[in-house]
């Protein structure tokens, strides 16, 4: 009882904090999501880094800086802090790589183990956990217009399709879908998940007329298939390092990677269709 109090009781201040964070205005959105993203990447780079070797809390720190530059590249474009955003963005990217290989050279120095397993994980967490959620910066913001409703649909589409895949797999899951990675995932389940996000999508296309019915469906479809393989991929990250759950930020619920795994996996097949393909 205590277990399901403690679950339940995070999932509200959850849900209470992902609302407010949304509709509150582009400033707490942008908090909200860089939140998120510092949290996972901690998660990420605690596990991933060896903890032994030496220049541990440095290499650590760097890795930070390196996986939020996407997202704090995106939050001054897209809220226009600068002038001429595009030739400063140019500007950035001129100098990205060159940054990228100081890494290099702090492995030269620090004398580890494995220098290049270091600085593939330091560069993992970039691609992973960076570059995905600073692309829902620019799903969000289309100029001067901010699209909570679009973000919370992803949000719903994804939160729809785990849960229903999960209950359902729960009840009458007899197939197992992946059993070398989550032996608990059922093909009942997923294909139930799938159905609900279907729903789901209908549903927001009566709420949201941001988007039409068809881009809602499209959506679906990207979280069913695009969703669960990304839940797969941490829970293949997780084997690999065998622990159940990334961190501990969430009491009942894990952390912060195992709660948004999924949503930031789908991101950048999403933004390819939003930004690019629609």
């Known amino acids: 009882m205590n277990g399901f109090l403690t679950r339940a009781s995070t999932a509200l201040v959850f849900v209470v904090v992902m609302l407010a964070g949304l509709f ?56 226009q802090f600068v002038e001429q955003p595009w030739q400063w963005l140019q500007a950035v990217l001129i100098f990205a790589l060159p940054a990228v290989f100081l890494l290099f050279i702090f492995e030269l120095f620090a004398a580890a183990k494995s220098p290049f397993a270091n600085l593939a994980t330091m560069v993992l967490g970039l691609l992973y956990i960076g570059m995905p ?22 949000l719903v589409l994804s939160w729809a399709n785990d849960t229903g895949a999960y209950m359902v797999g729960k009840q009458i899951g007899k197939t197992p879908l992946f059993p070398r990675i989550s032996p608990n995932k059922t093909w009942e389940g997923s294909l139930a998940g799938f159905f609900i996000t279907f729903l789901a999508a209908y549903l927001l296309s009566l709420w949201s007329t941001g988007l039409p019915l068809k881009d809602w469906l499209v959506l679906a479809v990207i979280v069913g298939i695009f969703g669960s393989l990304g839940d797969l991929v941490e829970s293949m990250f997780k084997r690999s390092k065998q622990i159940k759950d990334s961190g501990s930020f969430l009491p009942g619920h894990g952390g912060f990677l195992d709660r948004f795994d999924a949503f930031i996996f789908l991101l950048p097949f999403a933004a390819a269709y939003l930004l690019f393909l629609k």
Do not use: H
């Open 24 to 79: 509150g205005g582009i400033q707490s959105f942008v908090l909200l999501f860089g939140v998120i993203c510092a949290l996972s990447l901690w998660e990420f780079l605690s596990l991933s880094l060896p903890r032994g070797e030496a220049f541990y809390s440095q290499r650590k720190w760097l890795a930070m800086l390196l996986g939020m530059s996407p997202y704090v590249v995106a939050t001054i474009v897209q809220l």
């Open 133 to 154: 959620l600073a692309l829902l910066l620019i799903i969000a913001i289309d100029g001067q217009q901010y699209l909570p409703k679009v973000v919370l649909g992803l």
